[in-house]
Nanobody, 116 residues
Framework: QVQLVESGGGLVQPGGSLRLSCAAS????????MNWYRQVPGKQRDLVAT???????NYADSVKGRFTISRDNAKNTVYLQMNSLKPEDTAVYYC??????????WGQGTQVTVSS
């Protein structure tokens, strides 16, 4: 069983920055991709950013130019650097690992609130 633990969420003012971390219980090289999703109450969980095992990056249009996904293989950790935050970025952010055969593992989520 794989465990993913997110951290780094919190309350930040509009225009501010946060860095989320997702620590995996095994090598992230074993996954095809690492992803960040976010969800607000009553809405579906939306994909925010992806980094594949080959290093390909993808972002939702709403966060392009503001968010950056990266990884530290030695620490088995994926990051989401979020800059120029807006109130509409408020959500619970989840980390997901996509394994071989389409197996998915989710973290427990971390709350991000952007408010003055």
């Amino acid at each position: 069983q794989v465990q993913l633990v997110e951290s780094g969420g919190g309350l930040v003012q509009p225009g501010g920055s946060l860095r989320l971390s997702c620590a995996a219980s095994r090598s992230i090289f074993s996954f095809n991709a690492m992803n960040w999703y976010r969800q607000v109450p009553g809405k579906q969980r939306d994909l925010v950013a992806t980094i594949t095992s080959g290093g390909t990056l993808n972002y939702a249009d709403s966060v392009k130019g503001r968010f950056t996904i990266s990884r530290d293989n030695a620490k088995n950790t994926v990051y989401l650097q979020m800059n120029s935050l807006k109130p509409e970025d408020t959500a619970v952010y989840y980390c997901k690992a996509t394994g071989v055969g389409g197996v998915h593992y989710w973290g427990q989520g971390t709350q991000v609130t952007v408010s003055s």
